[in-house]
């Protein structure tokens, strides 16, 4: 149930982001999801692949600064409440969330990626709520 999720520090300039797309395309990394959050100067874009590992290695052998981060994915109904509901469960169990970035996709589903402090925590108040988690194959096959 754990995801693999690279956090690579990009800084804030032109190419950039497609320098780091077109290293991972050269080396056959596909891109399941990912998010940008940004500053001034710099940026922190989120990545899930299927070759965590691999987009690890050849990103740091170009300089980019890589750290790779476990997360957990959540599968709820795409209807106004299911994001709040999910999110009391976590809260009424005292996990905090440090991010999170979501999409819906066609099928009334949305998915949300989370970072928390306790993952394996989260994990198994999800799953005791009878809430729907991402595989990490699932996800990589998005």
Same mark, same amino acid.
């Given at each position: 149930?754990?995801? #693999?999720?690279?956090?690579? *520090?990009?800084?804030?300039?032109?190419?950039?982001?497609?320098?780091?797309? =077109?290293?991972?395309? %050269?080396? !056959?990394?596909?891109?399941?999801? *990912?998010?940008?959050? !940004?500053?001034? !100067? *710099? =940026?922190?874009?989120?990545? @899930?692949?299927? +070759?965590?590992?691999?987009?690890?290695?050849?990103?740091?052998? /170009?300089?980019?600064?890589? #750290?790779?981060?476990?997360?957990?994915?959540? @599968?709820?109904?795409? #209807?106004? =409440?299911?994001?709040?509901?999910?999110? /009391?469960? &976590?809260?009424?169990?005292?996990?905090? @969330?440090?991010?999170?970035?979501? *999409?819906?996709?066609?099928? $009334?589903?949305?998915?949300?990626?989370?970072?928390?402090?306790?993952?394996?925590?989260? @994990? %198994?108040?999800?799953?005791?709520? +009878?809430? %729907? &988690?991402? #595989?990490?194959? $699932?996800?990589? /096959?998005?």
């Amino acid at each position: 149930m754990i995801i #693999k999720q690279l956090s690579v *520090f990009l800084e804030n300039r032109a190419g950039r982001l497609t320098e780091l797309t =077109g290293i991972l395309a %050269e080396n !056959d990394i596909n891109i399941s999801a *990912f998010s940008i959050a !940004d500053t001034t !100067d *710099f =940026g922190i874009l989120r990545v @899930i692949t299927g +070759k965590p590992e691999l987009a690890e290695k050849v990103l740091k052998e /170009q300089g980019f600064a890589v #750290k790779i981060t476990d997360v957990i994915g959540m @599968i709820m109904p795409n #209807k106004p =409440g299911s994001l709040h509901h999910a999110l /009391q469960i &976590l809260t009424d169990n005292g996990i905090s @969330i440090e991010y999170m970035y979501a *999409f819906a996709s066609g099928d $009334d589903r949305a998915s949300a990626v989370i970072r928390t402090d306790t993952p394996q925590k989260a @994990i %198994e108040v999800l799953q005791l709520h +009878k809430m %729907e &988690l991402l #595989k990490a194959g $699932d996800v990589y /096959q998005i």
